[in-house]
């Protein structure tokens, strides 16, 4: 199974900062990498697929770039509602796996 | 509307058996392949199974093989998951997942989620 690892494990960060997570693939997955973010007592939300695709919906302060086994997510201005945890995902090969997760929070 | 509404989690005793359901509207269930993933409390996210439009194609997790089953309705378009020989490891929120491929290809991007039904596996 392709392992998949982020860091961090959890930020803080106040609103308006720029955010980057990064998430790294034990072996070579092209740009098929998804981002998810979840918030408390909620489902996963897909922001992003195929690594800079951004999900409808989702607004643009969300991008996500990389190809091959690094990658990352940045939220250029963070928003109160982005406080949250988020994980990668690879779609390369089953089993889809994840990331631990990284979570945002306040400072 | 996309709604994906999970059913059927609850304690059980170890070694015994669940089915979870979920029931799908607004789309074209039959288009879509589906997939399980779970959520043990305070853990980050594992796939559990996945499924092709017409059931045709079929994977799991190596932690669930041969103990659990996926399948399909698509005339009620309804997704289940047989879960046999429970472990206390296997205790975790279920979420039931809309592929986000279309034309019957499967692609892993999971675009629409149930909220989750618990599974409770104890003694």
């Known amino acids: 199974d392709i392992q998949m690892t982020q860091s961090p494990s959890s930020l803080s960060a106040s609103v308006g900062d720029r955010v980057t997570i990064t998430c790294r693939a034990s072996?070579?997955?092209?740009?098929?990498l998804n981002w998810y973010q979840q918030k408390p007592g909620k489902a996963p939300k897909l922001l992003i697929y195929?690594?800079?695709s951004l999900q409808s919906g989702v607004p643009s302060r969300f991008s996500g770039s990389g190809s091959g086994t690094d990658f990352t997510l940045t939220i250029s201005s963070l928003q109160p509602e982005d406080f949250a945890t988020y994980y990668c995902?690879?779609?390369?090969?089953?089993?889809?796996?994840f990331g631990q997760g990284t979570k945002v929070d306040i400072k | 509307e996309v709604q994906l509404v999970e059913s059927g989690g609850g304690l059980v005793q170890p070694g015994r058996s669940l089915r979870l359901s979920c029931a799908a509207s607004g789309f074209t269930f039959d288009n879509y392949a589906m997939h399980w993933v779970r959520q043990a409390p305070g853990r980050g996210l594992e796939w559990v199974s996945g499924i092709s439009w017409n059931s045709a194609s079929i994977g799991y997790a190596d932690s669930v093989k041969g103990r659990f089953t996926i399948s399909r309705d698509n005339a009620k378009n309804s997704l289940y998951l047989q879960m046999n020989s429970l472990r206390a490891e296997d205790t975790a929120l279920y979420y039931c997942?809309?592929?986000?491929?279309?034309?019957?290809?499967?692609?892993?991007?999971?675009?629409?989620w149930g909220q989750g039904t618990l599974v409770t596996v104890s003694s």
């Open positions: 995902q690879q779609s390369y090969s089953t089993p889809p796996t």
């Open positions: 997942a809309k592929d986000g491929g279309g034309s019957g290809s499967r692609t892993y991007n999971l675009d629409y």
């Open positions: 072996q070579t997955i092209s740009s098929y």
């Open positions: 195929a690594a800079f």
